[in-house]
């Protein structure tokens, strides 16, 4: 059974990530596998993020299972056709895959592929509705299939983005349709947390944070903090930036600010925190040793 399925909503959880290989060999994250905290429930295994190359992340989390870690399996509809999509569930139920995160999948135009040619026949809500259709045994030609998957699944949820109100709306369509767990993108800023989730509760009667693994990015120098405020969905407060630049070590400084976050999270009682590092399992685990 999954740990992310037996713990949500039971215990705060802290999950983190690790992007695959850029190369066509499995061992080169080996070193970092090693050192991912004891703490972690789950290591979410993302799908060609930034719509740039790295390794097929089915492949990544059947090698993270063999190395003893529970991962979330993240399937993209950017680069698969619906039957290339449900072929890849099939196998990650055959492999012993239990979690997976539907996500609709950056466009290309930020990767490393320049006028690489998308798919999105589908979009991550009807990516949840083919994966319900698994785990009921049917394909979604309606099919029968011979044995059903079993998957928990999940999906991505954005308090940044406007109006907030479609965004809540979305997400409580992938709710009915079968998502179990939400993970957001990097939060900056609890008060607008707060307000998401409070706005939520008022419009649909149901407590969403029970369900919300809350993303938390690691600021450990003033040049990732450029960078992330040049990105989509990176709004980082000025005083957080003037905390960061201003400080005589930063990295120091990015982690205690983590620690603050986490406190102020754990108030408003959600389900944990993702912590996005990097791929630096020591930070991860610095941060964690310190809660």
């Not at 999105?120 to 045994?137: A, F, P, R, V, W």
């Not at 409580?172 to 607008?192: E, L, Q």
């Not at 630096?280 to 809660?291: H, P, S, V, Y």
Request: glycine letters at 8%.
């Amino acid at each position: 059974m999954s740990n992310l399925l037996k713990r949500l909503g039971k215990k705060f959880i802290y999950t983190t990530e690790i992007i695959p290989p850029r190369t066509a060999d499995l061992k080169p994250l080996d070193k970092e596998i090693k050192k991912i905290n004891s703490r972690i429930t789950s290591v979410f295994v993302p799908d060609l993020p930034g719509a740039s190359l790295y390794m097929n992340s089915l492949v990544y989390s059947i090698h993270l299972k063999n190395k003893g870690l529970e991962p979330v399996y993240q399937i993209n509809c950017r680069d698969r056709n619906s039957l290339a999509i449900e072929s890849n569930l099939l196998a990650a139920h055959a492999s012993g895959i239990v979690n997976v995160s539907a996500v609709t999948g950056e466009h290309p135009l930020r990767g490393d592929h320049r006028g690489l040619k998308t798919v999105y026949e589908l979009d991550s809500m009807t990516l949840l509705k083919t994966i319900d259709y698994l785990n009921n045994g049917r394909d979604i030609a309606g099919n029968k299939l011979i044995k059903k998957t079993g998957f928990y699944m999940g999906s991505d949820l954005s308090i940044h983005s406007k109006p907030a109100a479609a965004q809540m709306y979305k997400t409580r369509k992938k709710s009915t349709v079968g998502a179990r767990f939400f993970h957001t993108r990097p939060v900056y800023s609890m008060n607008k947390l707060k307000k998401f989730l409070d706005e939520y509760r008022k419009l649909f009667g149901e407590d969403l944070g029970g369900k919300t693994i809350v993303g938390l990015q690691s600021l450990t120098s003033i040049e990732q903090v450029n960078f992330l405020r040049k990105q989509p969905n990176h709004s980082i407060p000025t005083k957080t930036v003037k905390r960061i630049r201003e400080s005589d070590n930063p990295r120091e400084e990015g982690i205690q600010l983590t620690l603050e976050w986490i406190d102020k999270i754990k108030e408003l009682n959600p389900a944990g925190v993702h912590l996005f590092s990097g791929g630096d399992a020591e930070l991860t685990g610095e941060i964690l040793n310190l809660d």
